[in-house]
């Protein structure tokens, strides 16, 4: 059922903060707007050193109004409990196909709807965008409807809620189209669309170039996500096969099973826990931010390590089982650039990948 909307709270306000900074790098601000530039009182080359005075616009999240699509997901809804615990009123809406409303906390309001419906609930402050069908399989078994949510989807939402008056979006887009790299990622490297997941995310990213280019009063700020995980005592359980990987071979391992690695073990990854991945993206709306972004930590794992991790959590010693990877063009290694995101907002991913797996582990032991 499709809320009814309602007036936007009183205490809400957009948030502007001008101040001088005085930096050396231009780039460490891309994506925040400028509104004046004045040259350094002890440097006369206009490209060096420069003061500048920025306008920051974000949102403050307390009592603000919050749509989060796909918030009965994996991410969503772990954001979207998060935001309301803090006291935002907040929607999360899914057609239930990879989420469930069992995610969510009695202080959300879920929306079963889809992100192609017209008439959405946007007249919010801000829109949290992370409906997606997001997985290559998914976009090879059904390309069509792949790019009509993923692209037309955004499309629909970034309208309507513009026309309601919403000036702040951060979406979901991928980390995959950089490829295979052991070295960290920056945002700014050249991508290629190896599959039609990548495709699609890069399309919307387009369009929220676009939508930055076009309207003065609208951000919009992609997240490039490095492998999110958690276990299946939070949100992830009811995903099966499409479950985070540490989740899926922790319970395995917990049953005494044996997880099933491609290849030798040795691809790594930049596996970064959801909680990081909640406070990041409340920090680019917190901050108002436009282009894209990394969200990781820089410190990849490979398989093996992930498999003895959970084996020393455990205390067991369950061995993986190897086979061929089955698919062209697989990812090998991905590791993130976190420079733009941290100088931007001063982020920075706070439990590292052991921490990470021993919360993923510790309901096996409690129970």
């Keep these: 059922m499709v809320v009814g909307r309602a007036q936007k ?47 920051v616009r974000g949102v403050d999240m307390q009592d603000a109004r919050i749509l989060v699509t796909g918030g009965a997901g994996f991410i969503g809804s772990n954001l979207a409990n998060h935001l309301a615990d803090a006291g935002n009123d907040v929607l999360a809406l899914d057609n239930g196909y990879l989420g469930t409303e ?19 609930p946007t007249d919010v402050d801000v829109v949290f965008h992370l409906a997606a069908l997001s997985s290559r399989q998914m976009l090879e078994e059904n390309p069509r409807e792949g790019a009509r949510v993923n692209i037309e989807g955004f499309v629909n939402v970034v309208e309507q809620a513009y026309a309601d008056g919403c000036d702040t979006v951060v979406y979901a887009s991928t980390s995959s189209a950089y490829g295979s790299r052991t070295e960290p990622s920056p945002e ?8 039609g997941y990548d495709a699609s995310m890069l399309g919307r990213e387009r369009y929220a170039e676009y939508y930055n280019n076009f309207y003065d009063d609208l951000t919009c700020a992609g997240m490039r996500f ?34 099933v690695l491609w290849g030798d073990g040795s691809q790594t990854r930049d596996f970064t826990h959801v909680d990081d991945i909640v406070r990041g993206l409340i920090a680019t709306a917190d901050h108002g931010l436009t282009g894209v972004y990394n969200l990781g930590t820089g410190d990849p794992y490979s398989f093996n390590e992930m498999i003895d991790l959970i ?57």
């Design 9 to 55: 709270p009183s205490a809400i306000r957009t948030v502007v903060d001008q101040r001088a900074v005085e930096i050396v790098d231009r780039s460490h601000f891309t994506g925040v707007p400028v509104i004046d530039r004045v040259p350094h009182p002890d440097q006369t080359d206009s490209d060096s050193s420069t003061v500048i005075l920025m306008t």
């Design 102 to 120: 069992g995610n969510l906390d009695e202080a959300v309001e879920y929306v079963d709807a889809d992100v192609l419906d017209e008439d959405l």
């Design 188 to 195: 700014d490297m050249d991508l290629e669309a190896a599959t």
């Design 226 to 259: 490095f492998s999110v995980y958690q276990g299946y005592a939070g949100n992830e359980a009811h995903k099966g096969e499409y479950a985070n990987t540490v989740s899926q071979f922790a319970d395995k391992i917990a049953n005494g099973e044996s997880p």
């Design 311 to 367: 084996n020393d959590a455990l205390g067991t010693d369950v061995e993986p089982e190897y086979e061929p990877i089955p698919l062209e063009n697989y990812v090998h290694d991905t590791c993130a650039d976190i420079s733009r995101i941290r100088e931007a907002t001063g982020w920075e991913p706070e439990i590292d990948f052991e921490d990470g797996v021993a919360r993923v582990c510790e309901p096996y032991l409690d129970a």
